[in-house]
């Protein structure tokens, strides 16, 4: 047994998200915060499965979301630390 699908593959949009479905999932956020990720869609209104929101969110949307290059000191940072711990330790720790 294996689990319930997370939505109805017949009404989901696929594709590029438009700037109105990036509104409705950050107002939705904003508004009650990250929850259960397989009802968040119906709930915010929007035609997506969960794990498509939940990835927007994560890799996109967020407010704390850092873009761009790192710093000298984040790039002295991880020399160090791949010194000190090569690579599957820095692979462990999500990069940092």
């Known amino acids: 047994m294996g ?6 593959k017949e ?11 990036d509104q409705r999932l950050i ?10 990720w397989r009802s968040l869609p ?6 997506r499965c969960g794990k498509s929101c939940r990835l927007r969110w994560m890799n ?4 704390d ?3 761009g290059n790192f710093t000298d000191d984040e790039d002295e940072l991880i020399i160090r630390l791949h010194s000190l711990l090569g690579n599957k ?3 462990r720790a999500g990069g940092l």
């Open 3 to 8: 689990r319930s699908p997370c939505c109805e």
């Open 11 to 21: 009404h989901t949009n696929k594709g590029a998200w438009t700037k109105e479905e």
């Open 27 to 36: 107002a939705y956020i904003r508004a009650n915060g990250e929850g259960c």
């Open 42 to 47: 119906k709930a915010a209104g929007l035609l």
């Open 60 to 63: 996109y949307l967020r407010p």
């Open 65 to 67: 979301l850092k873009r």
């Open 89 to 91: 330790m820095l692979a």
